[in-house]
């Protein structure tokens, strides 16, 4: 079981993030903004990155006192090859690392991670958000082009 973290190292770990991502943004001219909302006992960040084959995407960070859990939301349900874009995103986290696709809400198409709370540097949010936004970017056309192919014609 992961190391439970109390309110004092909770804040401690949630200051250093916010230097950490304010200098990620600063040094990185694709991200267009970090905000930081705390609710309900969970700290979040919202990272959000501009694209080529995505305009934009928001990485959503959840601080709990074990885990910084990540995602962000790649597209909506397909409207058809549902069998295809499943079966292609199953192959694709055969070789993913430290993401995976998944299936959210509405059956909309989320990238998602978890990392223990322990284990949260600089290096680790750098690479995660080079990991996100890398698989987005490399994979977003394809899947709105099995999803939605009668869209391209």
């Known amino acids: 079981m992961q190391d439970r973290m109390d309110g004092e190292q909770l804040d401690d770990l949630s200051t250093r993030i916010d230097g950490w991502l304010d200098a990620l943004r600063r040094d990185?001219?694709?991200?267009s903004a970090v905000d930081r909302v705390d609710e309900d006992a969970v700290r979040r960040w919202f990272v959000r990155l501009r694209g080529d084959e995505k305009n934009i995407t928001t990485i959503w960070f959840a601080l709990r006192e074990r885990t910084l859990r990540y995602e962000t939301?790649?597209?909506?349900?397909p409207e058809e090859n549902d069998a295809a874009l499943y079966e292609q995103l199953l192959r694709r986290n055969d070789r993913l690392v430290g993401v995976h696709f998944s299936i959210g809400?509405?059956?909309?198409?989320?990238?998602r991670g978890e990392i223990p709370a322990s284990s949260?540097?600089?290096?680790?949010?750098?690479?995660i958000v080079g990991t996100v936004f890398g698989v987005v970017e490399q994979?977003?056309?394809?899947l709105l082009r099995i999803g939605f192919a009668s869209r391209f014609g």
Request: proline share 4%; glycine share 4%.
């Open 120 to 127: 949260v540097d600089e290096i680790a949010l750098d690479r």
């Open 105 to 111: 809400d509405e059956d909309a198409v989320f990238l």
């Open 28 to 31: 990185n001219e694709q991200i």
């Open 73 to 77: 939301y790649v597209l909506p349900a």
């Open 139 to 142: 994979t977003f056309q394809g």
